[in-house]
């Protein structure tokens, strides 16, 4: 199997290109979206230093209808709405992969995962060939089923403290936080953490210098 991740620039006419350049700052994240007719119903993240001007941004924009603030705070905000654009991910479908969220736009840039078998991959790549738009391969890693890149305990690790800001500049939580979620000590939760991360960066490694 192989694990690819992709910067794709979007379409500048496109409301999440839109709002993303009025914003460079902010961070766009579609934790899910599905098809509803010819719309899409999607779930959105924004993460901003003023979250509460770029989701008015989003709910005025015209492609987008029935907007409905789910939470917001002083630096994120998620909403659920029906946008006219499917871009973001119409083109996953076509090409017979499922997409993989979230979905991330910055500054008219959208960056998105695949995991896919060689054919698959090959196809998705001659398919982004043939579309009028810039993209640029950030990582591929070949990965073996029966030989998992991390553990369970290593992905869990990650997750939660990703999920928490652990890796954001700057960091958004602290390590004791962190441990606290995973209800282990802090230094347990460092050492899995920093054997996670190392496995991720030394198969980074390997895969681009071959």
């Known amino acids: 199997m192989i694990r690819a991740r992709f910067r794709m620039t979007l379409s500048a006419d496109i409301w999440p290109s839109e709002v993303s350049t009025s914003f460079p700052e902010a961070t766009l994240r579609l934790l899910t979206g599905v098809p509803k007719g010819d719309r899409a119903l999607e779930l959105g993240e924004v993460r901003s230093p003023d979250p509460k001007t770029v989701t008015e941004a989003i709910r005025s924009h015209p492609d987008i209808t029935a907007y409905e603030e789910l939470y917001c705070d002083d630096v994120r905000a998620i909403g659920q709405y029906e946008a006219d654009e499917r871009s973001l991910y119409e083109f996953l479908w076509e090409s017979s992969l499922p997409p993989e969220f979230p979905i991330i736009v910055e500054d008219g840039d959208m960056k ?3 995991t ?3 054919a698959q991959f090959e196809a998705f790549g001659a ?3 043939g579309m009028d738009q810039q993209y640029e391969l950030l990582t591929l890693v070949h990965t073996d089923e029966q030989d998992q890149l991390l553990t369970d305990r290593q992905r869990e690790h990650l997750i939660v403290a990703h999920n928490h800001g652990y890796f954001e500049v700057p960091r958004e939580s602290t390590l004791a936080e962190v441990a606290d979620a995973l209800n282990v000590d802090t230094s347990s939760a460092s ?3 920093r054997r ?4 991720i960066i030394e198969d980074f490694i390997v895969t ?3």
Do not use: G, H, K, V
């Open 112 to 114: 998105f995962e695949i």
């Open 116 to 118: 896919a078998t060689q």
């Open 208 to 210: 681009r210098d071959q």
């Open 196 to 199: 996670a991360a190392n496995r």
């Open 127 to 129: 398919a982004l060939d």
């Open 191 to 193: 050492e899995t953490i």
